[in-house]
């Protein structure tokens, strides 16, 4: 069974950062392409970045571009998005979501997705 477990969510002044984790079980991740969305209240689902299977490919929300990276870790079947110079704005609830692809395909169309894990960024 695919399952898809985000972590490393939180509470975090403006300006700081935080790193999540999307850790994949029941298949192997590098098969797959992975993306980050968030959703805010009354707000529809944005697309933050994806990473392909490989690695080579990266793309980024223009709201995101310049202060979060995402990464992957074939070996421990897990992706991160590193985040930093956080915003008000940033606040939501953050999925990660996988897709099989091609090798270095990174696109905004998933079927499998985790249960979210949500970020507060607030003073």
């Known amino acids: 069974q695919l399952q898809l477990v985000e972590s490393g969510g939180g509470l975090v002044q403006p300006g700081g950062s935080l790193r999540l984790s999307c850790a994949a079980s029941?298949?192997?991740?590098?098969?797959?392409?992975i993306g980050w969305f968030r959703q805010a209240p009354g707000k529809e689902r944005e697309g933050v970045s994806c990473i392909s299977r490989s690695g080579r490919s990266t793309n980024y929300g223009d709201s995101v571009k310049g202060r979060f990276t995402i990464s992957r870790d074939n070996a421990k079947n897990t992706v991160y998005l590193q985040m930093n110079s956080l915003k008000p704005e940033d606040t939501a609830i953050y999925y990660c979501?996988?897709?099989?692809?091609?090798?270095?395909?990174?696109?905004?169309?998933?079927?499998?997705w985790g249960q979210g894990t949500q970020v507060t960024v607030s003073s």
């Open positions: 979501a996988a897709e099989r692809a091609s090798s270095h395909w990174c696109g905004w169309r998933y079927e499998n």
């Open positions: 029941g298949f192997r991740l590098d098969d797959y392409a």
